[in-house]
């Protein structure tokens, strides 16, 4: 079964730290370019974060710049989010997806994102 699984979300309090994980199983991970978005309730998505396959280039919003790492464990067929510094406004459902092509293509045409998970919900709150 193809699929991606994420883990990892949860409740925090502002300027607290989470670390998602997204596990692929029945592919190779690392074949495809990687990207985390968010959407949180009455919003539309938005692509926080994206690791190209072609290069190993990364990509992040305007929101998570300096706050967000994205990175791999390729034994582990898994990439991971780091999210520092949270904030309220973080509070979303965050899901992971997989396609071929490169992170500027992808986030404009996630219509390419060949695989998506089921979302982790992150609560930014005291």
């Known amino acids: 079964q193809l699929q991606l699984v994420e883990s990892g979300g949860g409740l925090v309090q502002p300027g607290g730290s989470l670390r998602l994980s997204c596990a692929a199983s029945g592919f190779t991970l690392p074949y495809y370019s990687r990207a985390w978005f968010r959407q949180a309730p009455g919003k539309e998505r938005e692509g926080v974060s994206c690791i190209s396959t072609t290069d190993g280039s990364t990509y992040y919003s305007d929101s998570g710049k300096g706050r967000f790492t994205i990175s791999n464990d390729n034994a582990k067929n898994t990439v991971y989010l780091q999210m520092n510094n949270l904030k309220p406004e973080d509070t979303a459902s965050y899901y992971c997806?997989?396609?071929?092509?490169?992170?500027?293509?992808?986030?404009?045409?996630?219509?390419?994102?060949?695989?998506w998970g089921q979302g982790t919900p992150v609560t930014v709150s005291s």
């Open positions: 997806a997989a396609g071929d092509g490169s992170c500027g293509f992808l986030m404009q045409h996630t219509e390419y994102l060949k695989f």
